[in-house]
């Protein structure tokens, strides 16, 4: 079983990543994600007891989801490799909310500044593909991952991008008939 076969059974939830060239991956965890895929276990919680019960740390989990995140971008950016938008953004979300509930929210405010920009082009570029509910639902989400960007950074970049995705999410919402507000907080409706 190799990386790819083990990246799957952690992430059964994203059956997307089947279509990922894994070929070019290298990580530090390559052993541990082939034997967790020939464990007969699999999901995320599985994988980060799986890691511990061998001698690691949850945080040799998130740095491994770190570096699973970055080798999709790098996919998307460099290649051009398409096949990873969905995957991508499915394990950005997946990222988020295992960083927070593990204790690691800096470790998410670094990758939510760094990576929010490339989200928002993923989301736009999936929405651009799909229909005008699939489309929408990413939509939002980016926009709501700009708007705690722009929250939580408040710098002018996160300000714009805010924007720029929110003009972006008005129009899909013109476009299908949506009838729905763009939030200017967290917290308000969309």
């Known amino acids: 079983m190799g990386v790819k076969e083990g990246v799957m059974k952690v992430f059964p939830e994203i059956p997307e990543l089947e279509s990922v060239d894994f070929s070019r991956y290298s990580t530090p965890y390559a052993a541990v994600l082939r034997a967790f895929g020939e464990s007969g276990k699999s999901g995320l919680r599985e994988f980060e007891e799986f890691v511990v019960s061998k001698g690691g740390a949850k945080?040799?989990?998130g740095k491994?989801?770190?570096?699973?995140?970055q080798y999709l971008?790098?996919?998307?950016?460099?290649f051009n490799d398409e096949s990873i938008e969905v995957p991508a953004f499915k394990l950005f979300l997946t990222l988020k909310g295992w960083l927070n509930e593990n204790g690691f929210v800096n470790d998410y405010r670094k990758i939510l500044h760094s990576f929010v920009g490339h989200i928002v082009d993923i989301a736009e570029k999936i929405a651009e593909k799909s229909d005008c509910d699939i489309g929408a639902a990413y939509m939002k989400t980016a926009y709501l991952l700009?708007?705690?960007?722009?929250?939580?950074?408040?710098?002018?970049?996160f300000r714009e991008l805010k924007g720029k995705t929110?003009?972006?999410?008005?129009s899909l919402y013109e476009k299908c008939g949506?009838?729905?507000?763009?939030p200017e907080k967290r917290g308000e409706r969309c």
Do not use: H, M, P
């Open 59 to 61: 945080k040799d989990v």
């Open 64 to 69: 491994f989801l770190i570096s699973l995140f």
């Open 73 to 78: 971008l790098i996919l998307y950016r460099r």
């Open 146 to 157: 700009t708007l705690e960007a722009e929250e939580t950074f408040g710098e002018e970049y």
């Open 166 to 170: 929110g003009e972006l999410l008005k």
């Open 178 to 182: 949506i009838d729905g507000e763009i």
